[in-house]
T-cell receptor
């Protein structure tokens, strides 16, 4: 089945540690996105990539980093510089000129 | 990006129609109106989108005002599985600058059995 996967579903880390969230898609989509969602809030864009080896900052990129070495993969690293990393992280993908973004199931990160 | 305004929450009875409103008075001529919904603890899913004409698909209908300053998402028969947060989003689909979606707070739809 084609789709977008994120792992793990739940992730716990100690304060001060970097952590990498996985996002993989087999939809052959060029564009991929990372969003953050806080309780009761809408989604906010962290980073996006329209093509392999290229990515741009979204609205809240500080404290995060990404890479796009392969079309199907767009991992997000939450660094120790991110002041409030506990949140629900959502990855999405789309064809470059799409009607639709397809979202993964999300990773809930808790920093203790 | 033009902003949208939605009620924070709405209630509906199961098997009755639901009309979810969205105001977008500053919409530009090239902004498309997109609707997504997010079920609890899941990623959002696409529902429908349109530009000027009313649109129908298997999930819902989208009614767009003649002046395009408001729109209404219509679920013809609400089920318990339609309980979700519904987001109304404007996106300039002619501007291929990342195809980003800007999510507001959305409307939390509660469906009563």
């Amino acid at each position: 089945d084609g789709g977008i996967t994120q792992s793990p579903k739940y992730l716990f880390r100690k304060e001060g540690q970097n952590v990498t969230l996985s996002c993989e898609q087999n939809l052959n989509h060029d564009a991929m996105y990372w969003y953050r969602q806080d309780p009761g809030q809408g989604l906010r864009l962290i980073y996006y990539s329209q093509i392999v080896n290229d990515f741009q900052k979204g609205d809240i990129a500080e404290g995060y980093s990404v890479s796009r070495e392969k079309k199907e993969s767009f991992p997000l690293t939450v660094t120790s510089a991110q002041k409030n990393p506990t949140a629900f992280y959502l990855c999405a993908s789309s064809i470059v000129d799409p009607d639709t973004q397809y979202f993964g199931p999300g990773t809930r990160l808790t920093v203790l | 990006d033009a902003k949208t305004t939605q009620p924070n929450s709405m209630e509906s009875n199961e098997e009755e129609p639901v009309h979810l409103p969205c105001n977008h008075s500053t919409i530009s001529g090239t902004d498309y109106i997109h609707w997504y919904r997010q079920l609890p603890s899941q990623g959002p899913e696409y529902v429908i989108h349109g530009l000027t004409s009313n649109v129908n698909n298997r999930m819902a209908s989208l009614a767009i005002a003649e002046d395009r300053k408001s729109s209404t998402l219509i679920l013809h028969r609400a089920t318990l599985r339609d309980a979700a947060v519904y987001y109304c989003i404007l996106r300039d689909d002619h501007n291929n600058a990342g195809n980003m979606l800007t999510f507001g707070g959305g409307t939390r739809l509660m469906v009563k059995p």
